[in-house]
């Protein structure tokens, strides 16, 4: 199976761009994404996933590449709606162990939405990471 991802983002009042995405296995990441692109992914194991760093936080932009990244490292071992969850969550204890270590860090988050396709079926997500503040939810569906 061949998948056409296309993305485009607007940084909007910032310096710089918070936004990131995860296809394919490539982070895409801390850099302008004002003009659409477009990316072909093979095979049912693929990620595709928007990180949106949280504007007015600290380091949205930190937190929303690191998120992709924890998870992408996980790439092949995800292959269920636990194994996504438990990704998430040790995306999440990464960003607090930053935090914890530089409180420049304090308050940074991003959201997460993606979806994990598997056979005739996908894993779709969404979230927020707000690091220290609120609790964290985790919607999971399975599509046909």
């Known amino acids: ?5 296309c993305f485009i983002t607007n940084i909007g009042a910032r310096n710089c761009n918070e936004d990131g995405m995860l296809i394919d296995h490539a982070v895409i990441s801390g850099r302008s994404m004002n003009s659409s692109e477009c990316r072909e992914a ?16 600290a ?12 998870i992408n490292n996980r790439g ?10 438990t990704a ?5 204890q990464t960003l607090n162990r ?3 270590e530089d409180p420049r860090l ?29 609790r964290v939810t985790l919607c999971v569906s399975l599509v046909a």
């Open 76 to 85: 092949e071992n995800i292959g269920s709606a636990q194994d996504m969850l």
């Open 106 to 134: 304090l308050g940074m988050g991003t959201t997460v939405a993606g979806i994990l396709p598997r056979d005739r079926k996908g894993i779709i997500f969404n979230l927020q990471f707000p690091v220290a503040c609120y």
């Open 1 to 5: 199976m061949t998948v056409k991802a």
């Open 98 to 100: 930053m935090a914890g």
């Open 88 to 92: 998430l969550l040790s995306a999440r």
């Open 42 to 57: 093979q095979g049912a194991a693929s990620l595709y996933i928007v990180a949106d760093g949280m504007g007015g936080h």
């Open 59 to 70: 380091r949205g932009d930190l937190a929303s590449k690191v998120v992709l990244t924890e």
